[in-house]
Every structure is written in structure tokens, then in C-alpha cells.
């Protein structure tokens, strides 16, 4: 049985549609394609006007409620209380007035010096300062015991809500730069400065390119002579007399029919098992797409230490 298994393939290539989360209109795309990018690196703008309004609203009402909390917190004022004490004491004052009053129009009243109306106006005067003072008595109580423990929850609640729609305002307003996922080269340009974004709907198409990997297929008979972690070595047609060290990353637990786009030496009818041969490439010489060989040693261990990349 021969030592090397040799296997034929593609550098797979695995892509990624960039898309903003809100709709909007670009006004910036900082890449074109075939451009190489590095994970984080801006790629593309929103105009960023309309949420950086929303953020400043939001800021201001978190504001503005935040006062509220405090002032509720803080209680009543010195001042309120000593203004519901002093209503207090007036509308005592004049309830005292008031019964003296009456009580000497009705002593009047005994030697019919007055009429029964005035004495019936200065009962209805006492009668309004006594209500006068209980609802002073109540101000001065409730100025005392301060806002109420539900009123401070129910801002509180408030706050936290507008905190966080804050937050999201401000999630939104940073989301307006698209950023690239990871290490990759920019293969479509979909839309333009100036069109409008919708949510979701593909800007840029990013192929990725870390890790590598050949997709390849192994024949039926020949599945049981390699295993994950084998040492491999990989040739293009490009560059005939350069050696590309890889290792087997995967193994498919599933046949398949041979796609039409891969060659072996074996009938296309016949099931295969597919493969993923990852690569070392420092020099980034491996386009995606591009036919590889690979060429597996069958009699090394299953560690594939040597294989790896420095």
C-alpha cells in the first residue's frame, strides 16, 4: 500500500455579507474590492445626524428625570415645611376669630340686638376656617413625612428606562460604523456612498481568509488510511515548486457524490467523504478558489505537530 495519499482540491473560500443594523443612508465606503482588511477596521459609514440627535434627546430627558429622583429623594425643603406650619397657625388664628365672633352675636342674639342671619353667617365662617385648617394640617403632614416611597420606585423605574433607551441610542449611533468581523479580503462592493441601507441587507462581501483551508474529498476505500491531525503537504499550479505545509483538520461522517468541480482519479458516481485540510500560509500566497493538491503521509502519527504553523 503506498505511504501518501494524494488528494485534490480548493481553497475553500467562506464569505461573510457585511450589513448595518439600522437603515440609513452611507455616507462613506472605505474599502473597494480585492482590498485586504483587518478585523475591526472600518469599511463603511452610516450618516450619523439623525442618531446623534436621538442620543442628545435622550440624554437630556435621562437627565432631567435623574433631578427628579434626587429632588424626591431629598424630601421636602425647610422652607415648605416652615410655609405649611405658618398656614397652620393662620387658619388657627382665624378659627379663633372666628368662634369669638360667633359667640357674641349669638349672646346678641339673646336680646334680639341681631338678626338670626348673622348668626348664622358667623357659624358658616367658623364652619369654613375649621375646614381651612384640616387641610392645612394635612399640607404641614404631608410636607413633613416627604414624597412617597412609591413615587420614588415609580422614578427610579423611569430613570432606568430612559437609561437604557439611552444606551441603545448610543449602541445605535456607534453601530452606524460597519466594521470588518475579521482578517479578510473585500470580494463584492454592493452598494454605494449616497444609496440607502436598509437593516440587514448586504453592503460589502468579505471573504475570510483565517484559518485557511482546502476542501477536498477522500474516496471510499481510501477513508481508512487518514485520520484529524495528519501532516500534509499542499502544491499549487501557480507556484509548482513551492511546498505549502498543512495538516487534516476534518473529516466528513457523511458520503456524498463527488461534486463536479473536483477531479480524482476515481469514477465521479462513487461516494466520497469530504475533507478540511487546514494550511499554513504566511505569505499569503493561497487564493481562495484556487486548485490545490495535497498530499497526506498516511504513515506519520495522527498528532500533526510538525505540521503546524510556526
Known sequence: MAESLTLYGNV?????????????????????????????????????????????????????????????????????????????????????????????KQSLLLTNR????????????????QATLKVSEEEQSLALEGPRKEDIAAAEANLTALQAAKELAQ?????????APADGFIRNRILEPGAMASAGAPVLTLALTD?????????????????????????????????????????????????????TTELRTKLVYRARIFACDPQQELRLGMPVTATIDTTKGTTGDSARCD
Open 211 to 263: 484559518p485557511l483551508w482546502v476542501r477536498a474529498y477522500i474516496s471510499e476505500p481510501d477513508l481508512g488510511r487518514v485520520r484529524e491531525g495528519m501532516p500534509a503537504e499542499l502544491h499549487t499550479d501557480s507556484l509548482p515548486g513551492k511546498t505549502y505545509k498543512g495538516w487534516v483538520g476534518f473529516i466528513s461522517s457523511t458520503a456524498e457524490f463527488t461534486p463536479k468541480t473536483v477531479e
Open 12 to 104: 475553500d473560500i467562506r464569505e461573510v455579507q457585511l450589513a448595518f443594523q439600522d437603515a440609513g443612508r452611507i455616507s462613506n465606503l472605505a474599502v473597494d474590492e480585492g482590498a485586504k482588511v483587518k478585523k475591526g477596521q472600518v469599511v463603511a459609514e452610516l450618516d450619523p445626524a439623525r442618531f446623534q440627535m436621538d442620543a442628545e434627546r435622550l440624554g437630556g430627558e435621562v437627565m432631567a428625570q435623574t433631578q427628579l429622583v434626587e429632588r424626591l429623594k431629598s424630601g421636602s425643603r425647610p422652607q415648605e415645611i416652615e410655609k405649611a406650619r405658618a398656614a397652620v397657625a393662620s387658619a388657627k388664628a382665624n378659627l379663633k376669630d372666628a368662634d369669638l365672633i360667633l359667640a357674641r
Open 171 to 179: 449602541q445605535r449611533l456607534t453601530d452606524t460604523r460597519l466594521l
Open 114 to 129: 341681631i338678626s338670626t342671619q348673622e348668626v348664622d353667617s358667623a357659624r358658616l365662617r367658623v364652619q369654613t376656617w
